[in-house]
């Protein structure tokens, strides 16, 4: 079974309009880590937000918010005010277990979000 | 501080060749990850290195290895290259006790 399951291969939104991506993930760990990336078409993945299974408030980063809904293993990626240079791809991915066993992420297949002028 | 580098960004090979990829993790990283990127498979995770030491490892052959050394740079090795390792080989570090995987700019790799 899919881990990791992001079921909008492509998702279009208006520059300044928010946008939600959506994440759902299956793990029987009770300690684990979701993550958001965002990857350009050169390639390079960078960085968005992370949220732990033990934090309670929604992670924020400026623009970004993870909207956890732990109960249902949902992690969706929430865009605010979108912007031309947000256009890319949109990776959802999850560590499982505890910082000690190591930094295995895995991945969903994807989003590609398309910012209109 | 200078990001996670990678060399070289570009490689064309010949099936039946081998290659050595390298990493540069971010510094104070001492954890270091590869994943393979393809249109087909997705990101896959290959392995993962700590302290020079192998920790985990995903499902991929034989012929894919890799090494940390004392610095905590890495290189990962293919042996007897296919046409289906065409892919971009991403590297990524982690901070001690955390979570965060902070990604290179990748390999691209071809295989003719």
């Known amino acids: 079974a899919q881990k990791i399951t992001q079921t909008q291969p492509g998702m279009f939104v208006q520059e300044k309009e928010a946008v939600t991506l959506d994440c759902t993930y299956d793990?029987?760990?009770?300690?684990?880590?979701l993550f958001w990336y965002k990857q350009p078409s050169s390639g390079e993945m960078i960085f968005l937000i992370y949220q732990g299974s033990y934090d309670e408030q929604n992670a924020t980063e400026g623009r970004y918010s993870l909207n956890f809904q732990k109960a249902r293993k949902s992690a969706n990626l929430v865009i605010s005010a979108s912007q031309l240079g947000d256009s890319a791809m949109y990776f959802c991915a999850m560590r499982e277990g505890r910082k000690t066993s190591g930094s295995r992420l895995t991945f969903g297949e994807g989003t590609q979000l398309t910012v209109n002028p | 501080k200078a990001g996670v580098t990678q060399t070289p960004r570009y490689l064309i090979k010949t099936r039946g060749q081998q290659v050595t990829l390298s990493c540069s993790p971010i510094?104070?990283?001492?954890?270091v990850s590869w994943y393979q990127q393809t249109p087909g498979q997705g990101l896959q995770f290959l392995f993962e290195y700590f302290s020079e030491t192998q920790r985990n490892k995903g499902n991929f052959p034989g012929r894919f290895s890799g090494r940390q050394f004392s610095n905590s740079r890495s290189e990962m090795n293919v042996s007897t290259l296919e046409l289906g390792d065409s892919a971009l080989y991403l590297c990524a570090s982690s901070p001690p006790n955390s979570y965060e995987q902070y990604f290179g700019p990748g390999t691209r790799l071809t295989v003719t």
């Open positions: 793990t029987s760990d009770q300690s684990y880590g």
């Open positions: 510094s104070g990283h001492r954890s």
